[in-house]
Structures are given as C-alpha cells and as structure tokens.
C-alpha cells in the first residue's frame, strides 16, 4: 500500500518530468511526509477543444465520489486495489474516465519485525520522481465548491525470495503501489481509451520491472509523526542499504 510519501519539487521540475503544463499561480505545498487527506499534486489528461492537454493539478488524497455526502468517505479511499477497483462504487466511474498519475519521489513503508515497526524510504537512485497510477474525481461541497480528489492504485506486492529489491519489497507489505513508465502512463492517462480491463492488466504485468529499478533505506522512526515534516526524514538511519 502507499499511505505515506515525499513530494517537495518545485512546480517547474515536476512539469518537466511529467511532460505537462500547469496553471502559473498553481502553488504545491513541499513534503517530506504527506499523509491522506493533505493536497497533493497529480498529472491527468483532459480533451479541450478537440486537443489533449497534459496538465498538473492540486487533489484532496483520498478520493471522493460525486455521489458521496460529504468528504469523509475519502479518508478511507487514499489507496484502491487494482484487482477490485472496476468493482467498487467509490472507483468505478473515475476508473473509466478519470485516471491519473501521481507523482512521488519516494514513499515510505514499515516493516514489521516481532513487536517493532522499522520504516523504510523507497526511491529512485537518482531522485527521479516515480509516477503512481491513480485515479480523480471532483465532487461539489455545500458551498457549490467542486473539490479535486485522488487515490493510489495498488497490487500485490513481488513474491519473497525475488533478487534486489523485488525481494526487499517483499517483506515490506503484501501491496505494492503500482508504479508506471513512460509508455504506460502515456496510455493510462488518455480519457479516450477504451480498454481499461486490459490496461490494468498491463499495468500489473509492467509494475515489477518498473520497481526493480528502484533502491530503499531505513529511516528515522520519526517519520511515524505526520507534524514531523523535513529533508532530514529520508537520510539513512543506518548504513543498509538495498
């Protein structure tokens, strides 16, 4: 799963990477420690005047059904299991039309040995930003304020006993957030695709490849507070490296 995460590149980077536009006043808050609910940016695609746009915008983590009554409903939907998620009234329409990539460069995981949890930084070698597949929608408060939000799709994490950090992951947590690649989310995020079945599951069949190229270190149990929030979060607490 994915319930916590570094996001703290400027705005001009992140549009860079995603190979996207952004609004000029759109402003991102810096994190060392998102958790759901705080305001995140994501990438998506939208058709405006016949031409497809790549754009960047801010969402409420954890995703908000048009249909619900009120926000609470997202604090439990910050992740959507892939398997499942063409099946659930929270994801199944915004998995038809509003799919989206978000952004990370890094997440943290906690692995549980006897009584103690030890966290772990999961990232790129070089800082580069890993791009989740996720899912939008917007959803209208009592103020007719319409109010972005977003989920992470996940899957089942590689099988104990892979080489590297597939097998490193393993023993992290059963799910994996699904990470994309150029290709991939070039094709998830296109609203005018039609299979999103077979999406999905390239989506699953790609994410293992994908991960192999990432790295991961303990961290400071620090980071289990949410109001702890700084670059010194994701130093090594140790020299373990994998």
């Known amino acids: 799963m994915c319930g916590r995460y570094v996001m703290a590149k400027a705005i001009g980077d992140l549009v860079a990477e995603a190979e996207a536009e952004a609004d000029e006043n759109l402003q991102l808050r810096h994190s060392w420690n998102i958790a759901p609910t705080t305001d995140v940016p994501i990438v998506l695609e ?139 989310m070039a094709d998830w995020l296109n609203p005018e695709a039609e299979d999103v079945a077979g999406m999905l599951d390239r989506l699953r069949g790609e994410a293992y490849a994908v991960a192999a190229q990432w790295m991961m270190h303990e961290v400071d149990s620090a980071v289990g507070n949410v109001r702890n929030d700084s670059p010194t979060l994701i130093e090594p607490h140790n020299s373990q490296l994998f």
């Open 46 to 184: 939208r058709v405006i005047d016949g031409v497809v746009h790549r754009q960047v915008h801010v969402a409420r983590w954890g995703l908000v059904p048009g249909w619900a009554k009120d926000l609470s409903v997202g604090v439990r939907a910050f992740n959507a299991r892939s398997e499942t998620v063409a099946e659930k009234p929270t994801f199944r329409s915004a998995l038809k039309k509003r799919r989206a990539a978000v952004p990370v460069e890094g997440y943290y995981e906690w692995k549980k040995e006897g009584g103690t949890k030890r966290p772990f930084f999961v990232h790129r070698p070089a800082g580069e930003l890993i791009f989740f597949a996720g899912l939008y929608e917007w959803w209208k408060d009592a103020d007719d304020s319409w109010i972005l939000s977003t989920s992470i799709l996940t899957m089942t994490s590689p099988p104990e006993g892979e080489l590297g950090v597939l097998g490193q992951l393993a023993t992290l947590h059963d799910r994996l957030p699904i990470p994309m690649d150029r290709a991939m």
